[in-house]
């Protein structure tokens, strides 16, 4: 009898932690961790997320900003990697924390700690000039530059636009008379002189880009408000890369809960109100799922090991 009751006792306690396991997700609220202040394209594109989440689940869903995540030490990617990996605490990562967080000596990173839902933002990175500079393209631009000085300004030299701008003129044998990092790029940087030519995103010269040559553009495809501009990839092939934004999750999260997330992150970034964001500021802004995702790392891991080379 005894038996029979231990077995029975047993049992339920396994049907109720079976039940526990199998509850619908979500049931709590959501956290979308992003490493950036407020107000840049990324946030904009997780917030509107956030928002579809919440309708879609009617559970809460918050974007919380963890300002660091540019070339590390990367506090939201830390906040990801060290939560359950249930669902409910989702990185909106720039490539830098998949590419090389697991890379620099952050141990809560090491060895890999993620897996992507998907990447849905390329950044609108070109390098401009003004327009009555002495070059119109990056060739013309090489050749000037070996005969005179030319200042870059860029927003630092971790970011991957930097290092490809950088790594595009040691292609084109050339060297930058003088680089310096600036907190923002826009028509004043060049109109005042501050800079020659600007490694920024498009729509912060935008007000004043019928007086500014763009020269070429560091993203995945030309950009239409500026289609004659061709792309770095098309002028180097091996500087294929650019900076893009894209969700992720722990390694060890269920694939249902991340067909949840994936169905309304999806949906969202196709919207009509995240499109218009990409006609307004240049940016790229799509749905790559997880395979694309994955290989497109895999690939760019490869591309930034040989642009720290060629910097060496």
């Known amino acids: ?118 990447i849905f933002l390329t950044y609108p990175f070109v390098i401009a000039t003004k327009g009555d500079a002495p070059y119109q393209s990056i060739d013309e631009l090489a050749a000037y530059a070996k005969e005179n000085d030319v200042a870059l300004g860029h927003f630092g030299d971790v970011l991957t636009p930097t290092q490809v701008t950088k790594a ?23 109109a005042s002189g501050d800079a020659d030519v600007i490694n920024t995103t498009l729509q912060l010269i935008l007000p004043c880009l019928d007086d500014v040559k763009v020269l070429a553009a560091i993203t995945d495809e030309r950009i239409p408000l500026v289609p004659d501009a061709p792309t770095v990839s098309e002028l180097d092939p091996a500087l294929n890369i650019a900076l893009w934004n894209g969700l992720f999750v722990h390694k060890d999260t269920p694939q249902d809960v991340r067909d949840k997330i994936i169905a309304v992150a999806e949906k969202t970034v196709m919207s009509d109100r995240a499109q218009a964001v990409a006609k307004e500021t240049g940016a790229l802004v799509y749905w790559e799922g997880p395979e694309k995702s994955a290989a497109r790392i895999k690939k760019d891991i490869a591309t930034v090991a040989d642009i720290e080379k060629k910097l060496q």
């Open 168 to 190: 595009l003129a040691v292609d084109k044998g050339f060297e930058w008379g003088s680089d310096a990092a600036f907190d923002a790029l826009d028509c004043n940087t060049l």
């Open 1 to 118: 009898m005894k038996k029979t009751l231990l077995g029975g006792a047993m049992a339920l306690a396994m049907a109720a932690l079976g039940g526990a396991a199998l509850a619908d997700y979500p049931e709590k609220p959501v956290d979308f961790i992003v490493p950036w202040p407020p107000g840049d394209l990324e946030d904009v594109l997780t917030r509107m997320i956030a928002d579809d989440f919440q309708k879609e689940y009617g559970v809460a869903a918050a974007v919380v900003n963890k300002p660091g995540g540019g070339g590390g030490p990367f506090p939201g990617a830390i906040e990801v990697a060290t939560a359950p990996a249930d669902g409910y605490t989702i990185g909106s990562f720039v490539i830098g924390v998949p590419v090389v967080g697991h890379q620099i000596g952050i141990d809560e990173l090491s060895p890999e700690k993620f897996d992507p839902l998907g």
